[in-house]
């Protein structure tokens, strides 16, 4: 069974930019969330989205957004970049995300922002 | 914040068992305890994860203590690819949906 894809692996961007990631699930999960990992922040939850639908989400400003489709594809936006948002953004999909199932995560996208 | 508390760092010979141990105190009834380990600059790796009974699968062995307010993740025979961040998270079941909560973790350097 293929694992989780992230697309594009690296980007870098200008401040004040915006910049569309995308995060394919393992077949039959329907379960994705958003990470941010930053050298001081550590790992941090975005969003999770389930059935196309937002199900949770987590402490940062609006500029982030994502989406998931009925394919349960998803995508995460940032509009407006900030210098502090060069991070590695991971995607994790579960089954359900609920319950004892696990989540397996991608190998990430690594953003710089100039 | 994170519910875990496990120690910044430890090291352990190549071959031997290494043991993180992870301190959950505050644990409720219907959460689990997960761990996951992050090689350098790669996406965090599910481990294993138990309720209350020690779990064993391929790569590792969880040892949760009766009162469930720690546990030890076991390595049985490490090796230097073993080396990585290693993350003790607590997460209910229910109406937490996908959300899994990381603190610092335990750097695991494995020597030789």
């Known amino acids: 069974k293929a694992g989780v894809t992230q697309t594009p692996r690296y980007l870098i961007k200008t401040r004040g930019q915006q910049v569309t990631l995308s995060c394919s699930p393992i077949?039959?999960?329907?379960?994705v969330s958003w990470y941010q990992q930053t050298p001081g922040q550590g790992l941090q939850f975005l969003f999770e989205?389930?059935?196309?639908?937002?199900?949770n989400k987590g402490n940062f400003p609006g500029r982030f957004s994502g989406r998931q489709f009925s394919n349960s594809r998803s995508e995460m936006n940032v509009s407006t970049l900030e210098l502090g948002d060069s991070a590695l953004y991971l995607c994790?999909?579960?089954?359900?995300?609920?319950?004892?199932?696990?989540?397996?995560f991608g190998p990430g996208t690594r953003l710089t922002v100039t | 914040d994170a519910k875990t508390t496990q120690p910044p760092s430890m090291d352990c010979a190549e071959g031997r068992a290494a043991n993180l141990p992870c301190n959950h105190s505050?644990?409720?009834?219907?959460?689990?305890v997960y761990w996951y380990r992050q090689i350098h600059s790669q996406g965090p790796q599910y481990i294993i994860h138990?309720?209350?009974n020690n779990e064993t699968n391929e790569m590792a062995s969880l040892i949760i203590t009766e009162d469930r307010k720690s546990s030890t993740l076991i390595l049985p025979h490490a090796t230097l690819r073993d080396t990585a961040v290693y993350y003790c998270?607590?997460?209910?079941?229910?109406?937490?949906?996908?959300?899994?909560?990381f603190g610092q973790g335990t750097e695991l350097s494995v020597k030789p």
């Open positions: 994790a999909s579960s089954f359900t995300g609920q319950g004892a199932y696990e989540q397996y």
């Open positions: 077949s039959g999960h329907r379960s």
């Open positions: 989205y389930f059935s196309e639908t937002q199900r």
């Open positions: 505050t644990i409720s009834g219907n959460e689990y």
């Open positions: 138990g309720l209350k």
């Open positions: 998270i607590v997460r209910g079941i229910y109406n937490q949906g996908g959300k899994l909560i």
